[in-house]
Nanobody
């Protein structure tokens, strides 16, 4: 059974940095797409970034150049390094996983992911 566990959220001032982690267990497929989504109160869930098993990253325009998605060599942990944080980055951040496929053009669609973590809160104050 696949399990995802996020950590690393917290409260920072605008311009600060945070690094989120997502530890996965229970998967055996070497082909996958791992992603970060976020949801702020009263707003729709939105994609943030994703990475394929070969390391190819994907970003939404709002975070490109500020956030970096990566994974460890064992491919068990997904990271999101967030720099120059803005108040509008405040949200609950979730990691998601889809196995047996690459990210492709639909990487930003939540329906593409079968597995989700519980989320970690990021709060950026101005």
């Amino acid at each position: 059974q696949v399990q995802l566990l996020e950590s690393g959220g917290g409260s920072v001032q605008a311009g600060g940095s945070l690094r989120l982690s997502c530890t996965s267990s229970g998967h055996i497929d070497s082909t996958y797409c791992l992603a970060w989504f976020r949801q702020a109160p009263g707003k729709e869930r939105e994609a943030v970034a994703a990475i394929e098993d070969d390391g190819r990253p994907y970003y939404v325009p709002a975070v490109k150049g500020r956030f970096t998605v990566s994974q460890d060599n064992a491919h068990d942990t997904l990271f999101l390094q967030m720099e120059t944080l803005k108040p509008e980055d405040s949200a609950m951040y979730y990691c998601a996983a889809s196995y047996g496929r690459w990210c492709g053009g639909t990487w930003s669609l939540g329906a593409e992911y079968a597995y989700w973590g519980q989320g970690t809160q990021v709060t950026v104050s101005s």
